[in-house]
Nanobody, 124 residues
Framework: QVQLLESGGGLVQAGGSLRLSCAAS????????MGWFRQAPGKQREFVAA????????NYADSVKGRFTISRDNAKKTVYLQMNSLKPEDTAVYYC?????????????????WGQGTQVTVSS
């Protein structure tokens, strides 16, 4: 069992930066691949980024490549999403998730545990 709690969301101007954190509970955090997803109003939840259990492999959606960076600290049981050069279209609720499948899965259905989400709003 893994419980996830996101933090770090907020309101930022276009071009600005935010860093999201996701703190996990449970002794098996280091065995899970971790991902970030987002959901804007009226849209489906979409993949943003994923990182393998070791941190050596990462995967990004094309829309965030070069702007977002996912990382993890297994000792702190925390995964991060550094978001730079933010755009209004990045506005969404951001969720972190844990997966026991694959290295860096990008499908919602591959994830076993989800956080409650944190709102990110980018103003133009």
């Amino acid at each position: 069992q893994v419980q996830l709690l996101e933090s770090g969301g907020g309101l930022v101007q276009a071009g600005g930066s935010l860093r999201l954190s996701c703190a996990a509970s449970g002794r098996t955090f280091s065995t899970y691949a971790m991902g970030w997803f987002r959901q804007a109003p009226g849209k489906q939840r979409e993949f943003v980024a994923a990182i393998s259990w070791s941190g050596r492999s990462t995967n990004y959606a094309d829309s965030v490549k070069g702007r977002f960076t996912i990382s993890r600290d297994n000792a702190k049981k925390t995964v991060y999403l550094q978001m730079n050069s933010l755009k209004p279209e990045d506005t969404a609720v951001y969720y972190c998730a844990a997966s026991s499948l694959g290295t860096t899965p990008s499908r919602v259905r591959d994830y076993d545990y989800w956080g409650q989400g944190t709102q990110v709003t980018v103003s133009s």
